[in-house]
């Protein structure tokens, strides 16, 4: 019998807690979480409620105050930072609100130097990177710098850019978030069926319930509480 694959993201007992001039706060308490590859689950919940604390923790950014993170089926709340960070290299996929995409080089090359960073070869690395942007139809954007590109080019160049080293886990903190209805609306398409096509098991944080109900399951995080609501 084949032995199962590992889940991508599994967060057991996490809870997640900060020091103020007022005493303790507590974010959330005994969250626990897996994630299939494959599988793309909706994090939704009011601003405040620690959406991104939870994304960070299981990126390995932060570190819980108590429970444990997996990767892949690896316990990584004990590595040290430099461990964590090979992890995140080869093994994450990270997208934020903000493209953060190196404005000197071009979308191809932005695509391809977090691969090369990840000790893949040149060649190999271009054409990962070219097959990522001319799926998500960017074939004749692959030499304009990101100030060419308009705010839906540029956030497809984060979501290849993100995929490019195939993660075994993807993180997105409100990916479409700074761009327009439309525009938001096409990348959403996009950006979830190259999710599928890949394989990897998904996070992303959303406050857009309609991107939400598209995915696999929809998470709610409100009053310290993880729950599946669907």
């Given at each position: 019998?084949?032995e ?10 996490v ?8 005493g ?5 308490n ?5 994630i ?5 689950v909706?994090?939704v919940?009011p601003?405040g409620?620690g959406?991104?604390?939870l994304?960070h ?15 892949a089926g690896?316990?990584?709340?004990a590595l ?6 090979r ?12 493209h953060?995409?190196?404005p000197?080089f071009d ?6 130097i977090?691969?090369l ?5 040149h060649q ?5 990177g070219?097959e ?6 960017l ?6 710098r990101?100030?060419q590109l308009?705010g839906?080019e540029?956030?497809?160049v ?13 993180l997105?903190d409100e ?7 439309n ?10 069926r190259?999710?599928a096509?890949?394989?990897?098991g998904?996070?992303i944080?959303t ?11 929809i998470?709610?995080?409100e009053h310290g509480?993880?729950?599946e609501?669907r």
């Amino acid at each position: 019998m084949a032995e199962a694959l590992a889940p991508a993201l599994q967060l057991k007992n996490v809870a997640r807690s900060y020091q103020d001039a007022h005493g303790r706060l507590d974010v959330f308490n005994n969250v626990n979480l897996t994630i299939a590859a494959g599988e793309i689950v909706a994090l939704v919940g009011p601003s405040g409620a620690g959406k991104s604390s939870l994304l960070h923790i299981a990126g390995l950014l932060e570190r819980p105050t108590k429970g444990e993170a997996y990767i892949a089926g690896r316990n990584c709340t004990a590595l040290d930072d430099k461990a964590r960070t090979r992890v995140r290299r080869i093994g994450i996929g990270f997208i934020y609100q903000f493209h953060h995409l190196l404005p000197e080089f071009d979308a191809l090359e932005n695509v391809v130097i977090p691969q090369l960073i990840a000790s893949r070869p040149h060649q190999a690395a271009v054409e990962r990177g070219r097959e990522l942007l001319v799926r998500l139809g960017l074939a004749d954007r692959l030499d304009h710098r990101p100030a060419q590109l308009s705010g839906g080019e540029q956030q497809r160049v984060a979501i290849a850019r993100a995929l490019a080293n195939k993660p075994l886990l993807l993180l997105a903190d409100e990916p479409t978030g700074n761009l327009d209805p439309n525009t938001a609306d096409r990348v959403h398409g996009e950006f979830l069926r190259l999710i599928a096509e890949e394989g990897v098991g998904a996070l992303i944080a959303t406050h857009n319930l309609e991107l939400a109900r598209s995915m696999t399951r929809i998470l709610m995080l409100e009053h310290g509480k993880l729950v599946e609501t669907r």
